[in-house]
């Protein structure tokens, strides 16, 4: 079965530090991973798309890292702002089947 | 802004009853995925249309069914609806192929009572 894992479940930070949130996937076996933020009752914003054959992919403040053959995809947070605040989740992609972990609740304290 | 749209926003239904959601996918995404996300958790994926014909299922009975159009609009259905349909019903488009990036529309707020 495929499952998703996101530590930590929730984070509270004060402004400016530097975060990481972490993703672990059981099945290797995938395409690509994309990683989202959701603002409350919100749909789902796209923020780094990872090819299965890259190891990383870079976007403003944010970079995120793949390491396929164990399973786990990491997300930093650089600098963080108040307008961080929101829900992370990471979803590996298994040919049309997005599989999304719980999230990781990150309120950015200013 | 995606570009992808949902109708309606909110939604109040008996149980028994049957709905319709749809969504508006931008302009030449061939690919709309419908999701399902309980009040917590991720999101679940339902189904997937490419080109009008279903390309995937997950884990969800057949009362949920969907239909795809060539003007890149498309519709969830969901027949006898049961109190855990209660849920934040999200589309998503892409290009082509279903592991292409997703872009996610607002999302329709589904409540069963």
């Known amino acids: 079965k495929q499952e998703v894992t996101q530590i930590p479940a929730a984070l509270s930070v004060p402004e400016g530090e530097n975060l990481v949130l972490n993703c672990s996937f059981t099945?290797?076996?995938?395409?690509?991973l994309q990683w989202f933020r959701q603002d409350p009752g919100k749909g789902l914003t796209s923020l780094l798309l990872?090819?299965?054959?890259?190891r990383e992919q870079t976007s403003g403040r944010l970079n995120a890292s793949l390491d396929k053959s164990s399973g786990r995809s990491t997300l930093y947070i650089a600098a963080s702002q108040p307008g961080d605040s929101a829900t992370y989740l990471c979803?590996?992609?298994?040919?049309?089947?997005?599989?999304f972990g719980p999230g990781t609740r990150l309120s950015v304290l200013p | 802004e995606t570009g992808v749209t949902q109708s309606p926003t909110h939604l109040i239904k008996t149980r028994g009853q049957q709905v319709t959601l749809r969504c508006s996918s931008q302009?030449?995404?061939?690919?709309v995925s419908w999701y399902q996300q309980a009040l917590g958790q991720g999101p679940q994926f339902i189904f997937q249309?490419?080109?009008?014909?279903?390309?995937g299922r997950g884990n969800f009975p057949p009362r949920f069914s969907g239909l795809q159009f060539p003007n890149y609009s498309s519709e969830l259905n969901v027949n006898a609806l049961e109190l855990d349909d209660s849920a934040l019903y999200l589309c998503?488009?892409?290009?082509?192929?279903?592991?292409?990036?997703?872009?996610f529309g607002p999302g329709t707020r589904l409540t069963v009572t």
């Open positions: 302009s030449g995404h061939n690919t």
């Open positions: 249309y490419y080109r009008e014909e279903e390309n």
């Open positions: 990872i090819q299965s054959s890259q």
């Open positions: 979803a590996p992609i298994y040919g049309q089947n997005f599989v």
């Open positions: 998503a488009s892409s290009i082509e192929a279903g592991w292409d990036e997703q872009y």
């Open positions: 099945d290797s076996a995938i395409y690509n």
